[in-house]
């Protein structure tokens, strides 16, 4: 009995996921998407630059290439 319930809750699980894909997409298109994000002030972005440059300084050593040895293999 449980192997018949296992193969028939398959199909199920099938049908159920379809359903609730075909209602989702139904209620997005009726649905008007969100407005967008409002542009971030540019001192914000300033900032940002600010910290990765800073960043940068302090840690572009590791992102210097290295020597390649020629006996390593």
Do not use: F, K, N
Not at 3 to 16: D, E, H, N, R, Y
Not at 45 to 65: F, I, N, Q, T
Not at 68 to 73: D, G, I, K, R, Y
């Amino acid at each position: 009995m449980g192997g018949i319930l296992l193969a028939l809750s398959i199909p199920l699980i099938v049908c159920a996921s379809g359903l609730y894909a075909l209602a989702e997409t139904w209620w997005q298109r009726r649905r008007p998407a969100h407005p967008a994000e409002p542009p971030r002030p540019p001192a914000v972005v300033r900032d940002a630059e600010a910290v990765v440059a800073e960043a940068y300084e302090r840690l572009g050593a590791l992102y210097e290439p290295r020597p390649v040895h020629p006996h390593a293999s």
